[in-house]
């Protein structure tokens, strides 16, 4: 079983820090497998910069829960200086639990599959280089076009 994690950022150096995010993620669970890293305009709240984001692939945790999880993806943001004053705005960092396997969890805090992972270019594309796709594909239907488009960087412009 896998856990799917999707990092984000579009404040500083936001390559730099999807690369600390990695690697604060690989003291905690066993990497799989990562996507290239991809560009896109913001989505939902608009007057912020572009984002890039990654997305990676673990091994499930058998030691922690996915609250458990998302707690600690919490405490890695604040470390890296998250602040949320806009919901949905301009980030150092974002970490949020895409897939924990085919589990659903529906918690206050938690909802997996993530609520909208498969409304978004930025998740679906990278989420394609992943092992762990070609389960999902199985399971669910995977949209073709996006209002907003992410690239990978090695591909813009």
């Known amino acids: ?29 066993t990497l799989i497998a990562e996507s290239r890293i991809y560009t896109s305009a913001a989505v ?17 945790p058998t030691h922690l829960s996915p609250e458990e999880v998302m707690t600690l993806l919490l405490h890695i943001e604040k470390e890296m200086g998250r602040t949320r004053n806009i919901t949905r705005g301009p980030r150092t960092i974002d970490l949020d639990i895409i897939f924990w396997g085919l589990s659903e969890v529906n918690t206050p805090t938690l909802t997996l599959p993530h609520p909208r992972w498969n409304q978004r270019s930025f998740i679906i594309y990278p989420l394609q280089e992943l092992p762990f796709f070609k389960t999902i594909e199985k399971c669910f239907t995977i949209p073709k076009s996006f209002d907003v488009e992410a690239l990978p960087i090695s591909d813009r412009n």
């Open 1 to 29: 079983m896998s856990l799917v994690i999707a990092t984000g950022s579009n404040i500083g150096d936001s390559i730099s820090h999807l690369l600390e995010a990695k690697t604060e993620l690989e003291k905690h669970f």
């Open 44 to 60: 939902d709240y608009l007057d912020q910069p572009d984002f890039y984001n990654q997305v990676l692939e673990f091994q499930t």
